[in-house]
């Protein structure tokens, strides 16, 4: 059964994702991945969707308005308070005792985490493509592995971050 459901509504998600991404300016792999992941956490609950090709409709729509909602909220840093130009021996102990603590949480990461985002923060400065390429992995399967890293990653340095 489930089997069946996750062939029959291929077309229909890779269609929907592509069609919806392209409107919003987002990635098709990612939004259509984040959708599998919804319809698996379901199928798993035993709660599978009585329409479910209305479902995935409904789904792809709902990730992608969170996808832009959380695009939009998202503002990069200006600058490290040890980024000044008056950097003292304190500004270089404290950001080198940030930068063994982020490498020290990131070889503690499951799974293949540790080497995305050992290649994430490369300062060779790779592209998806070559992350991918490097990883073995789908391009469109970045986003979605690099948000569930990111999560795991934050949860390990909380901790260390509320000790400061």
Not at 10 to 28: I, N
Not at 100 to 122: K, N, Q, T
Not at 132 to 148: C, D, F, H, V
């Amino acid at each position: 059964m489930t089997h069946n459901l996750l062939t029959i509504l291929g077309p229909l998600l890779t269609a929907e994702a592509t069609a919806e991404a392209y409107a919003s300016g987002g990635d098709p792999g990612d939004l259509e991945q984040a959708v599998w992941l919804r319809l698996l956490e379901r199928l798993e609950a035993d709660d599978p969707p009585s329409d479910p090709h209305r479902w995935v409709r409904g789904a792809v729509r709902s990730e992608s308005r969170r996808t832009r909602r959380t695009a939009r909220a998202e503002r990069p840093y200006g600058t490290e308070p040890t980024d000044s130009a008056a950097r003292g021996p304190e500004q270089y102990a404290l950001a080198a005792a940030r930068g063994r603590a982020l490498r020290d949480a990131v070889h503690r990461l499951p799974g293949r985490c540790p080497r995305l985002m050992e290649a994430l923060l490369s300062p060779k400065d790779l592209t998806y493509r070559e992350i991918a390429g490097e990883l073995g992995i789908s391009q469109g399967s970045l986003g979605p592995e690099r948000s569930r890293c990111l999560g795991c990653l934050r949860r390990l340095l909380a901790p260390e971050v509320a000790g400061e």
